[in-house]
């Protein structure tokens, strides 16, 4: 077996000399004797290391047969069968990423930290939040006896600034739509913060007149929502059909698709910087601003939601009322009477 480390002398001071990458590293002594200690406890650690983790293998190997053979591309695909709808299209999507190349075909048990090192610096945010599932997957599962990357060793996920669509150009997207259905879609948008396949898979049986409310569950999690409406919305709201489908062809319509022709129509009107879901976190900030509880933020737009939390931290500006003028509105104080 080749040494790891050989020794050499130079002026008087014996260092060793890393036969893989060229590295020399003083020993700090002019004894022969001592350099030769200190030399063969490094090639020992380094040959130990390299033996434990084969005896770790046969260990493994035993208890599981198929563990020591499985790569990072089995654990991708159980956990595919998991997922359904939205959420497996975006992951047989993510998980063709080519920042992943270099995984499917490596060993769980032979995978180092440079390993996913190497994919998250070629990688993107999108690549980070993945690998970070697959890789929990795989520890939960007991298919992997350690992790790879420490917890706290991961790369911050840091997401791009959103912002929030205004009333200005929500306005220009209004008044520059020509086709009626797309029209009618932005303004429930607008009006309810849903998704945009939440909004586009809205029937009229969704609609409660008597209690003037819409409902729908949550593409993304299928919580439900019941959410209050206005006139503005009410108005909206008859001008599309009492049964089926509220907007039959954006329904029939890809999420992708229904993204482009949203951009295309802000370059129409020269707005950048936001997205069809930047709605999202309008209604957030506008529910802010009007002083709508928080709790009702989160059921709108769903707990998880990071439109409620960008919205209700600093984003949204907000002017206090008085409290005097507030408990008036709000809680009438008692009468002399009352009391």
Sequence with gaps: MKLQYSLFKRS??????????????????????????????????????????????????????????????DVMEAMAPLKSGPTLV??????????????????????TAAHFLKVLKI????????????????????????????????????????RAITAD?????????RNPEHRAYYELVW??????????????????????TVTFNRCKNEAPVILSFGEEAAALLQQLPKSGPLFPKILRTKANHRAKTFIRRLKSVGI??????????SWAERARAAGMPERFAQQALGHGSKAVSRA??????????????????IIPMPTAAAA
């Design 191 to 212: 009006h309810v913060g849903g998704s945009q396949s939440d909004v586009a898979s809205l029937h009229g049986e969704d609609v409660d007149w008597k209690d003037r």
């Design 272 to 281: 950048t910087g936001v997205s069809l879901h930047s709605y999202r976190y």
């Design 169 to 177: 150009e929500h306005a220009r997207i209004i008044a520059r739509e």
């Design 123 to 162: 990688g993107t945010v999108s690549t980070n939040m993945f690998l970070r599932r697959i890789h929990n997957f795989a520890v939960d599962m007991h298919w992997l006896p350690w992790p790879v990357l420490p917890k706290r060793q991961w790369p911050r996920v840091k997401h791009g600034d959103r």
């Design 312 to 329: 209700y931290s600093k984003k949204a500006i907000v002017k206090v009322p008085a409290l005097e003028e507030y408990e008036k509105k």
């Design 12 to 73: 008087g001071v014996y260092y060793c000399q890393d036969t893989t990458t060229g590295k020399q590293t003083s020993l700090r002594t002019k004894d022969e004797g001592e350099a030769a200690t200190l030399l063969s406890a490094k090639n020992e650690a380094t040959r130990q290391s390299g033996m434990n983790l084969q005896i770790a293998q046969v260990y493994l190997q035993h208890g599981d047969p198929t563990l020591a053979k499985r790569t990072w591309q």
């Design 90 to 111: 975006r992951w047989n999507r993510a998980i063709r990423d080519a920042a992943f190349d270099s995984l499917h075909g490596l060993k769980l048990t032979e995978t």
